[in-house]
């Protein structure tokens, strides 16, 4: 139905350095409640309200066998395993990414990247600061945690984020 986002951390007042409304939610049409994670991405419209957005981020296609990068986020789900110490705290998490053995065109995994849940939807960055893949899940047989998801920024992601 819609929600708010508070931009960044807090300022000297305790106040968020921006707030924006969500306006819409953009799901890619190929999109199944499942196990395809190819298609585990969306786009949200937002509208500022108050303050300033966090800044651009410029995003890349170009993928690589073996590709360093680094997962940012504010996980915030305790009840899904995040530890307590991170809650609400900026991860920064720098390590080794490859593609998805099961799904070459479209994920990367990595088992020294770290996310978390409630980072669902955050960047995985080069050591350029762009952007090239979306944190979308934790692959976890019989509860024993073996890797981190992301979207590959494909052209055909990058279309429908820029297009939405």
């Keep these: 139905d819609g929600g708010i986002t508070l931009w960044g951390d807090a300022n000297v007042n305790g106040h968020p ?69 991170s809650q609400g705290q900026m991860v920064f998490s720098p390590g080794t990414v490859f593609p998805d053995p099961d799904d070459p065109i479209g994920l990367y995994q990595s088992s020294s990247v770290r996310a978390y849940h409630g980072m669902s939807g955050g960047p ?6 762009r952007v090239i893949g979306i944190n979308v899940y934790e692959y976890s047989p019989n509860d024993v945690e073996i890797a981190w998801g992301f979207k590959r920024m494909t052209p055909s992601v990058v279309s429908f984020l820029l297009n939405s």
């Design 17 to 85: 350095r921006g707030v924006t409304a969500f306006t819409s939610f953009k799901i890619p049409s190929s999109y199944s409640n499942g196990k395809d994670f190819s298609n585990d991405y969306a786009a949200a419209i937002v509208q500022l309200k108050s303050g300033s957005l966090p800044s651009t981020l410029s995003l890349s296609t170009s993928t690589s066998n073996n590709t360093q990068a680094s997962s940012i986020g504010y996980p915030g789900d305790p009840q899904a395993g995040t530890p307590y110490d």
């Design 124 to 129: 995985l960055l080069d050591p350029s600061n």
